[in-house]
């Protein structure tokens, strides 16, 4: 983010975010719980690092929200449950909020989602409902609602959500950012609350690819590649008939036209 030809510090677009947050906080439905004090603490340290020119990476600095079902040291793992608030603390950081922390990201807090990260909607019938980030009267998608509004209101850079059947992609896909989910087995899931410990995936959300493969490295481990520039022209990609295209809105139809996609019967 930029202001007057000047990049703004981490700490400037923290605090900025904050008090856009605290002037909603009556009516809070994106985030469960902030962490001002440890995130401005972070803020500063990633701008030091870089008034002496050093970077850990491309997380550094970003402001990163998870998932209210990743441990995090010293507090319950409520997964989205009034049930679980007497839950036995966390004695250490969730993997992959440890492997962010190192990576010079900012946790900015923990955000909403559906109980137990049960139900692509959205709702949780103990907590208030995150709207959609264009149009709050619209459902936000789920398990990992938060998420996907944060990352799509831009209250946080990178958002990081579970996905079991598709609790990334398909609030990502209402929320107009890039969800990606891995590989089962890819990122850690030790302090990730389970659903299915057999399907489980810990997955990105952002406004781009880059930001995404870059949470994605550091959160399984590996270090961040430059992404490769691929040359779309004349591509053509296969879409399922049948209900995927069944009884399509004008404003969809519109929507495919405008990409340049068109349909056409092929039974080769």
């Not at 998608?141 to 996907?148: L, V």
Request: aromatic share 4%; proline share 5%; glycine share 12%.
């Amino acid at each position: 983010m930029k202001t007057e030809g000047t990049e703004l510090s981490a700490r400037q677009r923290l605090d900025a975010i904050l008090k856009r947050l605290e002037g909603r906080k009556a009516t809070e439905a994106v985030y469960v719980k902030l962490y001002p004090d440890t995130a401005r603490a972070e803020a500063d340290a990633a701008d030091q690092r870089a008034a002496r020119g050093e970077s850990l990476g491309p997380l550094d600095g970003k402001i990163v929200s998870i998932k209210d079902l990743f441990d995090v040291a010293g507090e319950p793992n409520l997964a989205g449950s009034i049930i679980r608030k007497t839950a036995e603390p966390a004695g250490k950081d969730a993997v992959i909020v440890e492997r962010l922390r190192k990576a010079g990201a900012i946790i900015i807090g923990k955000t909403h989602m559906t109980e137990f990260a049960f139900t692509a909607v959205g709702l949780n019938p103990h907590y208030p409902v995150p709207g959609n980030a264009y149009d709050a009267r619209l459902v936000a998608g789920g398990s990992s609602s938060g998420a996907a509004v944060s990352a799509g209101e831009g209250t946080c850079d990178i958002a990081i959500g579970s996905d079991t059947g598709g609790s990334v992609r398909i609030p990502a896909a209402l929320n107009g950012v890039v969800g990606f989910k891995p590989t089962h087995g890819r990122v850690s899931l030790e302090g990730a609350f389970p659903l299915s410990p057999t399907l489980d995936s810990v997955g990105p959300l952002a406004k781009t690819v880059a930001a995404c493969a870059d949470a994605d490295a550091i959160m399984s481990g590996e270090a961040p590649l430059p992404l490769e520039k691929i040359d779309l022209a004349g591509l053509k990609v296969g879409i399922a008939q049948g209900l995927v295209l069944q009884d399509m809105e004008d404003d969809v139809a519109v929507a495919y036209q405008a990409f340049g996609i068109r349909i056409a019967d092929r039974t080769e």
